[in-house]
């Protein structure tokens, strides 16, 4: 049995077979879901999901990307992101965060720095409020370096100074793909855990990732697809799937050389524990 901890199963890559795709999780090993917002439709169709399995949870909350522009706008849907917390199987806040990164050739402003900062820790403050774990999305910006662009670490470091003042909290970083400096700070903050997707099934043989997951105790990890994006190798390409977390455990075995089914068993107890799964 195994938990995947990150799924957009309200995403209309699923529209047309949905009931399928998670009768097949659930057939294949996969105990629980947690399927998470990031904005308020997805939010409300998560817990709409989320009402209709029992073995699927929800996590409610607003993307960094809301913040850039729309901040007014933004600002109001609180009331409705509150709304949505309280229902009985919301477990989280998330997913919510900084994100610097650009897909254009474009640097993200300091002011949209700002104003995500602003969104991220008005639902802090949210989480705080309904004692509720938050799951953290965190990309870089883009720098330029000669003509290549490559990430920072900016974005990073922004979330940790962020959550140190709100250290009663619990955090997951979702999709964790943070330097290895970086991770040893986190790993001093007792209330931060992590979690891999299928991007770390990409990964070469000399590739930083590989060190980062080796130096985080399996304690501290959990698993997750992201769904439908970041397959994971054999499936890479596809639409991704709850079923095919198996693959990202795998590789976690693979690279701390442990067996499956102990990374199966300890992330899906990680995941319970952390978001309070029944
Ligand atoms: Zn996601």
Redesign the pocket.
């Known amino acids: 049995m195994i938990i995947d901890a990150?799924t957009?199963l309200d995403d209309q890559q699923f529209d047309n077979d949905r009931p399928a795709v998670i009768e097949r999780a659930f057939a294949s090993g996969v105990e629980k879901i947690i399927n998470?917002g990031?904005g308020i439709g997805s939010s409300e169709r998560s817990v709409k999901l989320a009402q209709k399995y029992k073995n699927i949870y929800a996590s409610v909350g607003l993307h960094p990307s809301y913040f850039d522009q729309y901040q007014e706008k933004s600002f109001n849907y609180f009331s409705r992101l509150e709304e949505l917390a309280k229902e009985e199987k919301v477990v989280a806040i998330g997913?919510i965060g900084l994100e610097y990164f650009r897909h254009n050739e474009k640097l993200i402003t300091e002011q949209e720095k700002v104003n995500q900062q602003k969104g991220f820790i008005a639902q802090l403050e949210l989480a705080q409020k309904l004692n509720l774990p938050v799951i953290i999305?965190c990309r870089g910006a883009k720098a330029e370096r000669g003509k290549k662009y490559r990430e920072t670490s900016e974005a990073y470091e922004d979330i940790l100074e962020i959550i140190n003042n709100f250290s009663q909290l619990k955090y997951v970083f979702?999709?964790f793909s943070g330097r290895l400096s970086f991770t040893k700070k986190v790993l001093l903050l007792k209330n931060v855990n992590f979690s891999f997707t299928g991007n770390i099934t990409y990964a070469k043989s000399e590739t930083e990732i590989l060190t980062v997951i080796k130096t985080i105790p399996l304690e501290r990890i959990i698993v997750e697809t992201?769904c439908p994006?970041l397959a994971p190798v054999p499936k890479r390409g596809k639409r991704n799937e709850p079923s095919y977390v198996i693959y990202v455990a795998e590789k976690i075995a693979e690279i701390k050389k442990i067996s499956k089914s102990i990374v199966f068993k300890k992330t899906r107890e990680n995941t319970k524990n952390w978001f309070n799964l029944g």
């Open positions: 990150h957009h998470i990031a997913e999305h979702h999709g992201d994006y």
